[in-house]
């Protein structure tokens, strides 16, 4: 007699914009001849739990480049409200039909696509409303490495009761505003070489650009190595 399970559908919703007032343009900036954007989708694609990708973009004149690229390279892709961040989130989750969201930034071009698994196994094995690895809050992962997860059901539901504009804005801050109502959840890594909370890998201003541009990093590098690059130069 067969137990199985039907899987649900994974889909990473990446958050990407042009407009960025500390870091203009950051998606289309290029770290080694390989834009921003492309870094994040070429090393998504290496997840083995995602069953899509899915670039959710503003509806503005600016980012018209950004959708225009990712549609030359065939990476699935649409554009929602800018401010609304939270309504363009759930148009991309409805659109791409997933169950399960992973939402990634689009400033982490260092993310890597067996954190993410990790993250989705994670959550499954432990039945929490939301989950993430992303950040070194109540954790021990690098800051840039990993994502947050929840269900479609959950996400449709915050955009339901999600009022005040910085929960529009940031489009997962209801559930930290609202700590009692969710179970949240997070883990350590499993490697003590991996376990570096000091590391920041994310692109939010000028000088995060300018490090990462300098340092000999590669679009198809595995953690161990970026740990060992970036490493070097956060000591």
Not at 16 to 26: C, F, T, V
Not at 77 to 104: N, Y
Not at 127 to 138: T, V
Request: hydrophobic share 40%.
């Amino acid at each position: 007699m067969s137990h199985n399970v039907r899987r649900r559908k994974v889909v990473a919703v990446v958050q990407a914009r042009l407009g960025s007032s500390r870091l203009p343009l950051k998606s289309l900036l290029c770290l080694r001849d390989l834009p921003v954007i492309d870094w994040v989708t070429r090393r998504l694609a290496q997840s083995r739990r995602l069953d899509q990708v899915m670039v959710a973009v503003p509806d503005t004149a600016l980012d018209q480049a950004l959708l225009e690229h990712l549609r030359r390279r065939g990476v699935p892709c649409m554009a929602g409200p800018e401010e609304d961040v939270l309504a363009r989130f759930c148009l991309a989750a409805r659109q791409a039909e997933a169950e399960l969201v992973v939402r990634v930034c689009a400033d982490n071009p260092l993310i890597w696509g067996e954190a993410v698994d990790r993250l989705v196994n994670f959550y499954e094995a432990t039945g929490c409303d939301y989950a993430y690895n992303h950040i070194p809050r109540n954790n021990r992962w690098p800051d840039g490495l990993g994502a947050e997860i929840l269900s479609r059901d959950l996400l449709d539901g915050l955009d339901a009761r999600a009022r005040q504009a910085s929960q529009r804005e940031h489009c997962l801050n209801y559930i930290w505003d609202n700590p009692a109502d969710f179970r949240i959840a997070t883990f350590d890594p499993e490697e003590p070489w991996l376990c570096r909370p000091d590391l920041k890998l994310d692109l939010d201003r000028p000088e995060d650009f300018r490090r990462l541009a300098l340092l000999p990093l590669t679009p198809d590098m595995d953690a161990r190595a970026i740990v060992d690059v970036c490493g070097k130069d956060q000591p």
